[in-house]
Every structure is written in structure tokens, then in C-alpha cells.
């Protein structure tokens, strides 16, 4: 039933050809590895990280509600891998190398990511329709069988047994009826979990969000200099350590992954928003959680072509095109943050240098997003304020 999806998406759509595009497959096929390696020659060629330099000059007006002024400045982006790390994990960063000098201009930024009661105001006052809730159209995926045309979204859905880590179609399926308000599939729902991060939103979602609240998704230099909070070249948004004085910072996997979630940082599977400490902007789960939309096209070679073009790269906004070398002809956003399946097991992308990616139109149940603006909130006018 399983094969490479690569070679199977029109037989099989939608549920493999969306899963296709889950963030975690890419590392794991050796072809796209050679390529990337090939295409990022300096990587891990011990380029350190600078200082961060902070802008100086003040927020342009009061923050938003729910924001925070993010000051900008310059900064090294990207992630090396830690010297401990085992072979499956880390290995998927290369594509976070070479660690490069960024600028990026100050902005407001949603201190948690947007949560289902966020996501629910905008449905209820624009009527918007998100991607996993419409019925894939039969002339975008010719050759798929008519049952497999159905809406839906991709679930994380745990063996209840230990399975190899080369194959993610052992714990991610495509479910019918899975989409924001039924994260996990028809019979899930988001009731009481109104502070919860919204879920199963594809690009297009988030964007038609952050439009709708005068808004955009940060770049992913933006994202980047935000969760650093400050610091400098940290593997975590908040330190040096995973667990400071043993304590749980972010949502991450803990147990044998993907069969058995131990929820030992206090959540198994997603928690609420905010349930750790923020970072030193004052910001929320920017590691672990759910993984975010950023603005950028994902290429695995993109900071090779700012380290290439010299000097420090100005508010960059990610390549012109979107290139996976594993996946050629998917269009591919950039995930950042990592979320609660994160695990040094398999995938640690909870480390704040490291990258994710994801087809377009694919949403999963651990995959978010918040927006950044630079619009301070209004003032009050004085006609009004001088009434009383
Ligand atoms: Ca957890
Ligand atoms: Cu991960």
C-alpha cells in the first residue's frame, strides 16, 4: 500500500501526495541529502555566530493587543549541528547553514501563535472556507481515484508500536474530514480548546488571516531574530540548555517517538498556548507547540546564495522560487519552531536555528502560525477621549 510517494502521488491522491510534503520526509531520503550537501559546500565549516545588535530606536506607537515590539537589528542566522546529535535528527539542517549576518527593521509581533478563538472571529466575520474543509478538485490532481477526493487534512496518527524511523507514512495519515474546527478528524472538535493554537491551516489560510486582522506572516530572517529574544547563536530560544536547572521550557516529545508520547513537559499531543516561559521578548512557544507559516519560499540553498551575494543581507525575504531538490515540482513554504512531536529521537527542530517546510496547501495538526505588523494599535482620538 505504501510506497514512495514521489513516484505514487497520482495513484494515490490526495492522502500521499500530501503527505508528501510533510516537513519531516525530506531528511530522510539520501538522494535529496547528496543534493543539498553538494549545494551548501561550507556547511558545519565552523562559521560562527556574531553578536546580536539590537536596534535603538523606540516602538513607532503602542503595541497591538496581543503584541510586542520586536526591536530589529542584525544578528547571525542559522543553526549548527550540536556535537552529540545522532544521525537521524540534526542531519536535516544543513539547509540552516551557513551561519550568516541578517538585518531586519523592527515589527510588532503576536506574543502566542493565533489561537482557534482568533481563528473563529475571522471565520465568523468573513466566511472564509480553509483549504482542508473544500473537496479537492478532480482536474488539479488528474489520474487520482474519485473516493480519494474527498476534504480533509493529514493527522498525526502514533502506531501503538515501535516502528522503523525511515518511513513517516507509519505515523501520518490523511483524514477525511480533519480541518480547524476537527483538528484530528470528524469526531475531534475544538470545543473548550478556544485558547489552543489554531491547526490544519494551509498557506493561503494563515495569509487570508493576517490579511483579515491588517496583518502579514514574518519573513523567515523576521521569525528568526524575534525567537532568538536577544541572545546570540543559542541553540534554544532561551539558552544554552535544554532543560535549564531541569526544567521543561517548550511542548516537545518526550517517550518513545512516534508510539508513545510520555507528555513528561506536562502535554501529551498540543497543549494551550503559553504554558511556558516566554523568550526574552516576551514571546510564547517559539520552540515546540506547533510549527508556524513564515512568508519565505523554502530552498535548501538559500542562505549559500546570501553568503554568496556578500555583506550583510538586508531584510531578506527568501529566494524568488520555491525549490526542494526531493521534491521538485511542489511549492514549498518555510516551517519554523518545531512542534509537540519534536524529538533528538528523530527530528529537533525545536533548536532555534533550524528549518522546516511544507507544501502550500498542507495543513496538519501541528502546524500554526502568528503575524507581525508594523502598524502600531491606534490612539484614541481626542474628540472622543475628551468627553469625560
Ligand atoms: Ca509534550
Ligand atoms: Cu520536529
Known sequence: MFCK??????????ALLLLASLPYLNSLNPLSQTVIAASNAPAGAGVAFGPTVPNKQPAPGASPKGMIWIPGGEFSMGAQDPPDMGTVGMQATRDSRPIHRVYV???????????????????????YITVAEKTPRAEDYPGAPPENLVAGA??????????????????????????????????SSIKGNENYPVVQVAYEDA?????????RLPTEAEWEFAARGGLAGKPFVWGEKFKPNGKWMANTHQGHFPDHDAGSDGFVGLAPVAQFAPNGYGLYDMAGNVWQWVADWYRPDYYTQLVNAGGVARNPKGPDVPFDPSEPSEKKKVHRGGSFLCTDQYCSRYMVGTRGKGEVSTGTNHLGFRCVTTTPARTVAPSSASTK
Not at 5 to 14: E, G, I
Not at 105 to 127: E, I, L, P
Open 154 to 187: 493529514v493527522v498525526f496518527s502514533p502506531p501503538d508500536h515501535a516502528v522503523p524511523l525511515d518511513d513517516h507514512f507509519q505515523w501520518w495519515s490523511y483524514v477525511k474530514g480533519a480541518n480547524w474546527r476537527h483538528p484530528t478528524g470528524p469526531k
Open 207 to 215: 495569509e487570508a488571516y493576517a490579511n483579515w486582522a491588517g496583518k
Open 5 to 14: 510517494p514521489a513516484k505514487c502521488k497520482k495513484l494515490v491522491f490526495p
Open 105 to 127: 527593521d523592527g515589527f510588532f509581533m503576536d506574543k502566542t501563535d493565533v489561537t482557534n478563538a482568533q481563528f473563529a472571529a475571522f471565520v465568523k466575520g468573513t466566511g
